[in-house]
């Protein structure tokens, strides 16, 4: 089975950057899709961005266009979230998680209840 590991999150002050990793274990990372998601308190669990099994494809919520950039290595079964200029409203729990590549999830935008692996999650703080 899949495991999913976080880490880069913190404290940031608006404007400036951090960079998320997601380590995984258990299964070739590139036999899935994967992506990031977030949620912040009160509010439902939102997709940020998502990545095809090669890298080949990415897709982003709208209000990280330009800001956020998703990778991976599927050599050292690892993804990254690149985030700049941040925004205090980026404020939340940042979630990495991955689906088999069969279940072409990617054409539907990724939605978060297609996702059947999943991180324990690393707190972003954009705050001054």
């Known amino acids: 089975q899949l495991q999913l590991v976080e880490s880069g999150g913190g404290l940031v002050q608006p404007g400036g950057s951090l960079r998320l990793s997601c380590a995984s274990s258990?299964?070739?990372?590139?036999?899935?899709?994967i992506g990031w998601f977030r949620q912040a308190p009160g509010k439902e669990r939102e997709g940020v961005s998502c990545?095809?099994?090669?890298?080949?494809?990415?897709r982003y919520e709208d209000s990280v266009k330009g800001r956020f950039a998703i990778s991976r290595d599927n050599a050292k079964n690892t993804m990254h979230l690149h985030m700049n200029d941040l925004k205090p409203e980026d404020t939340a729990v940042y979630y990495c998680?991955?689906?088999?590549?069969?279940?072409?999830?990617?054409?539907?935008?990724?939605?978060?209840?297609?996702?059947?692996?999943w991180g324990q999650g690393t707190q972003v703080t954009v705050s001054s």
């Open positions: 998680a991955a689906t088999p590549y069969f279940r072409d999830s990617f054409t539907r935008d990724c939605p978060p209840n297609e996702f059947m692996y």
């Open positions: 258990g299964y070739p990372l590139d036999y899935y899709i």
């Open positions: 990545i095809t099994r090669y890298g080949d494809r990415t």
